[in-house]
């Protein structure tokens, strides 16, 4: 007889998501199921949630969402090595084809054939979910679960930030986002002069000060460029790292780095954004898009929750999984770093 499990789904195109009965899945060869014990909400499930015109796009309901969890191995699927039943796990969520240039070559995030656990297929936030064994990513059990969480989204600000050198280089961080602050502390514990993070929304700026950045700076209050002189900022930043997805905010960027100063790119905008390229030919700036994590992330990660990095001060809302409800409205309320659902109990 078939398995059944309680499951966040978007039954029909539209807003909303529902608690439901749904099979378990059952893992093919090289699959692996995994039992869920955290999730954490990321900003797409938002635009799942809100059901906004780029999910129109990407989602085919009715679907099982989420992307950002960790668990145990609950069962290995015919010919899987490596791995235990038991053992502690997360995944990662861009399922890749492992043949085309970019995955032969290690570079997993830009595969032209990628699938997404919790947008593609079936996701996460379920009492158990389904993923390629190589897919699946070791977690040290001496971890907080409530962090490890969410590391997929840790995976996007660890890619983002270690992407050029920090040790005593000053950083700007455009958008404080649960992204953004995490990138925050990450910057810091990597051994940057300066890091500043901007943002309009004072509670999030809050928290990017808990995680010890030395300036959250309002943007619609304060100006950079005194910021900057406080700081003794006197070239412009070395290392940019935008964050927010917003036009002005990259613009405003551009305009306080250093001649020759690198920016990774991380920020989806809704719409296409107008830029001076004048500026970044004159300055010799290089830029880097950024998609996803790199493998390798995974392991920078749990060294550095190990080597002392603190995260804890990011999650801002606990719920057992049947209030789902609540944890979507705090994220939509903007007053809000990560939310975990706990699907323990
Ligand atoms: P978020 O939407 O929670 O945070 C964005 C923040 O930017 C908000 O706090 C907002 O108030 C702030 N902001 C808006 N306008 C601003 C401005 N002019 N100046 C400074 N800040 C401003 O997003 P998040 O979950 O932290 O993710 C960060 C960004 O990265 C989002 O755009 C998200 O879509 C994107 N993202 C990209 C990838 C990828 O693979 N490239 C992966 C995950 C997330
Ligand atoms: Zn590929």
Same mark, same amino acid.
Request: charged share 20%; hydrophobic share 40%; proline share 4%.
């Given at each position: ?49 809100? $059901?906004?015109?780029?999910?129109? /796009? ?51 995030? $830009? ?39 969410? %590391?997929?989204? %840790? ?8 992407? $050029?050198?920090?040790?005593?280089? #000053? ?39 808990? *995680?010890?950045?030395? =300036?959250?700076?309002?943007? +619609? ?8 002189? #406080? ?20 613009? /405003?960027? %551009? ?8 920016? +990774? *790119?991380?920020?989806? +905008? ?12 004159? =300055?010799?700036?290089?830029? /880097? ?12 990660? +749990?060294?550095?929750? /190990?080597?002392?990095? #603190? ?6 809302? =606990?719920?057992?999984?049947?209030? %789902? ?17 706990? $699907?323990?109990?």
């Amino acid at each position: 007889m078939e398995r059944m499990m309680d499951a966040i789904v978007k039954p029909v195109a539209g807003p909303g998501l529902e608690l439901r009965r749904v099979p378990v899945p059952v893992p093919g060869p090289g699959e692996v199921l995994i039992k869920i014990h955290k999730t954490a909400i990321c900003g797409t499930d938002v635009h799942i949630y809100n $059901w906004d015109p780029w999910a129109t /796009q990407h989602i085919k309901p009715p679907m099982t969402i989420g992307h950002e969890y960790v668990g145990e191995i609950a069962e290995l699927g015919a010919g899987v090595k490596g791995l235990e039943v038991g053992q502690r796990v997360s995944g990662e969520g861009h399922i890749t084809c492992g043949h085309c240039r970019n995955c032969h070559n290690g570079d997993i995030q $830009w595969c032209k054939d990628t699938v997404s656990v919790g947008v593609d297929r079936d996701g996460a936030f379920a009492e158990y979910v389904c993923i390629p064994a190589h897919n699946v990513i070791k977690i040290d059990p001496q971890l907080d679960e409530d962090v490890v969480a969410f %590391f997929d989204a %840790f995976g996007n600000a660890t890619h983002t930030a270690l992407r $050029w050198d920090l040790v005593g280089e #000053d950083v700007i961080i455009t958008g404080a986002g649960p992204i953004g602050i995490i990138a925050g502390g990450i910057c810091k514990y990597a051994g940057a002069r300066r890091v500043v993070i901007t943002d309009v929304n004072e509670y999030r700026l809050d928290l990017a000060r808990r *995680l010890g950045v030395d =300036r959250a700076v309002n943007i +619609s209050k304060e100006d950079l460029h005194d910021v900057m002189k #406080d700081l003794s900022i006197v070239e412009g930043f070395d290392v940019g790292l935008e964050m927010s997805g917003n036009g002005a905010a990259l613009n /405003q960027m %551009f305009s306080v780095m250093r001649n020759g100063g690198k920016i +990774s *790119l991380l920020g989806i +905008s809704n719409v296409p954004v107008a830029i001076d390229m004048n500026e970044i030919i004159g =300055r010799g700036l290089t830029l /880097q898009g950024i998609y996803g994590r790199r493998m390798d992330n995974w392991h920078q990660m +749990s060294y550095m929750v /190990q080597g002392g990095l #603190d995260l804890t001060p990011v999650i801002t809302h =606990r719920f057992n999984y049947k209030d %789902f409800e609540k944890g979507f409205a705090a994220m939509n309320s903007g007053m809000s770093g990560k939310v975990v659902l706990d $699907w323990t109990k």
